[in-house]
């Protein structure tokens, strides 16, 4: 199978990565994170400048029609460079949901993603429901054309700086029940929200969010008001995809300030990379990397699957890959780096805080694992 990347699509690596090598180094990550919001808004604004937060929107609105490819290849940049800026939570979330709903919606939204000047934030997580999706305790309550959401959502991404919250609700049925689950457009300073913002392990931004009594129009449904489990399934699966780009990238660079490392860093004497224990490490970290490439390459093909329960199978199968490779590579990357590996002012660490974020968003390796086995296994 051919998985060289077409001139356009080499030509829009070309650009992000020099965009980010020109401006996105470790201490200028630094200062990004201190600015207010947690990201640089003036990257934002480049990210906008170059077509990447129209990427995967269609023509018909004002985007580019990029597909999977073109966003892995971007997850990837950005997972090499540690960036911070809320593309997962913006384009591949909310942008994701967006797509997906009304002309009327992605009338009102769209063109503020694409040009920088609206960032979303997802709201699903609650306080039991762990890794399911259809664990949804917060209500929506109908009242006369519109809804009243009551309920409490946590550590939605960049929630305490997103202008508008896509909120799971139920709108029928019991807490677990595959039905009667409603996606919901909701202004963050709609009156009743509650936002409490913080920094996360790996130096995002998330938010905890209270909904008392919120009052939304039946404009704001996405879908089916008790059908919206299949979007949210879907969508996820698309950050999945996008996540396992991202720690592929991630991967990359922590083996590649790891061997510079042990090349540079001496002891007895000699480079500690010429001690052959070490090089077995750099090799099998090396292993690793490859293979959660190919499980992240198989993935994103997987995005245009037809086959909705084979698309979920070989997603849930990728993350199972890269969450391994991703704690493997991790590890091994600061115990190559010895007691500094852990230290603030070292790279690695940062690497391996981001990647072992990225195993638990969505499901981590043993999740995902048992919904494989779930699901008979990965040979249909």
């Not at 269609?58 to 290849?73: C, K, V, Y």
């Not at 600061?334 to 974020?357: A, Q």
Request: glycine residues 12%.
């Amino acid at each position: 199978m051919d998985f060289d990347l077409s001139e356009e699509q080499r030509l829009l690596k070309d650009s992000i990565d020099g965009l980010l090598k020109s401006s996105y180094d470790f201490e200028a990550r630094k200062k990004y994170r201190a600015e207010k919001g947690g990201y640089s808004k003036a990257i934002w604004g480049k990210f906008a400048e170059q077509g990447l937060l129209g990427l995967p929107f269609s023509e018909d609105d004002d985007g580019f029609g990029a597909g999977p490819i073109e966003t892995m290849i971007v997850m990837e940049a950005l997972g090499r460079n540690l960036v911070i800026e809320p593309y997962l939570d913006t384009v591949v979330l909310g942008g994701g949901f967006l797509r997906r709903g009304s002309s009327e919606q992605r009338a009102a939204h769209l063109p503020g993603i694409i040009d920088g000047s609206k960032t979303l934030a997802f709201a699903q997580l609650e306080r039991d429901s762990r890794y399911d999706l259809g664990d949804v305790t917060t209500s929506a309550k109908k009242s006369g054309s519109g809804y009243v959401l009551n309920g409490e959502k946590f550590v939605a991404g960049h929630g305490d700086t997103a202008g508008t919250i896509i909120v799971t609700a139920r709108t029928a049925g019991g807490q677990r029940d595959v039905k009667g689950v409603g996606v919901f457009v909701v202004p963050a300073n709609a009156k009743g929200v509650d936002t409490r913002g913080y920094e996360t392990q790996d130096g995002s931004r998330a938010a905890d969010i209270k909904l008392s009594n919120v009052e939304v129009g039946a404009d704001a449904v996405i879908g089916h008001a008790e059908a919206g489990l299949s979007i949210v399934n879907q969508v996820v699966d698309d950050a999945r995809i996008a996540l396992c780009a991202e720690a592929v990238g991630a991967m990359e660079e922590a083996l590649k300030i790891s061997v510079e490392y042990i090349k540079e860093r001496k002891q007895f004497g000699v480079a500690i990379g010429s001690f052959q224990a070490l090089q077995h490490r750099a090799a099998d970290m090396f292993t690793a990397l490859e293979t959660a490439r190919s499980m992240s390459y198989l993935a994103s093909m997987a995005s245009s699957f037809t086959d909705l329960d084979e698309r979920a199978k070989t997603v849930a199968a990728a993350k199972v890959q890269i969450g391994r490779s991703a704690r493997f590579i991790g590890q091994s990357g600061v115990h190559l780096h010895g007691g500094i590996g852990v230290t603030m002012e070292y790279r690695i660490g940062h690497y391996f805080k981001r990647l072992t974020m990225i195993d638990h968003q969505f499901g981590d390796t043993d999740f995902h694992l048992a919904r494989i086995a779930a699901m008979g296994g990965v040979v249909g």
